[in-house]
């Protein structure tokens, strides 16, 4: 069995995330998106409200499992008997971070893998930093996010 690795803080998730996920999920036989506590940001929504909206944002592509972690990413993806790790890349920009942080995951545990799937083009411009400024001014966020991430930004946005 194929599993890889999706990690990423999904704070939120974004239908740019989906359609990764989607296309993942036709490569390997297993998707796990992993959510990842990263102590070096402030999160909108906690751990377990990311789990649980990846989950009902999820629920109609079979092969994904929703799960979270913190520590280094390697040993979580061995812990889930995986060694490929997928990344989404929307600009060169992305590119360059992301290709420093596979090599350094590289030298660290040479039998991981880093597959690297360019987002389709009409979510290039969408990231969760975006998508929470956006909203936060009164923006439209319709068709960035799935239904159900939506309405809870701006639920918690109401409340802030």
């Given amino acids: 069995m194929r599993i890889a690795v999706c990690p990423g803080s999904f704070d939120p998730v974004t239908n740019g995330h989906l359609d990764i996920f989607a296309r993942a999920s036709q490569l390997f036989d297993q998707?796990?998106?992993?959510?990842?506590?990263?102590?070096?940001k402030k999160p909108l929504f906690t751990m377990e409200e990311r789990v649980e909206m990846l989950r009902?944002?999820?629920?109609?592509?079979p092969n994904v499992r929703v799960d979270c972690f913190s520590g280094l990413l390697n040993e979580y993806v061995r812990r889930q008997?995986?060694?490929i790790i997928v990344r989404g890349l929307r600009a060169?920009?992305?590119?360059e971070y992301e290709f420093q942080?596979?090599?350094?995951?590289?030298k660290i545990d040479p039998v991981i893998e880093t597959v690297f799937m360019m987002t389709s083009s009409e979510y290039s411009f969408v990231s969760s930093s975006g998508i929470k400024e956006?909203?936060?001014?009164?923006?439209?966020?319709?068709?960035?996010?799935?239904?159900?991430?939506?309405?809870?930004?701006l639920r918690r946005l109401h409340e802030a």
């Fill in 101 to 106: 942080r596979a090599l350094l995951i590289k």
């Fill in 56 to 61: 009902e944002a999820t629920g109609h592509i």
């Fill in 134 to 153: 956006l909203a936060k001014f009164g923006g439209s966020i319709r068709g960035l996010v799935p239904q159900c991430v939506e309405e809870r930004i």
């Fill in 81 to 83: 008997n995986s060694n």
């Fill in 92 to 95: 060169l920009s992305d590119f």
């Fill in 31 to 40: 998707i796990i998106v992993a959510v990842f506590h990263n102590p070096n």
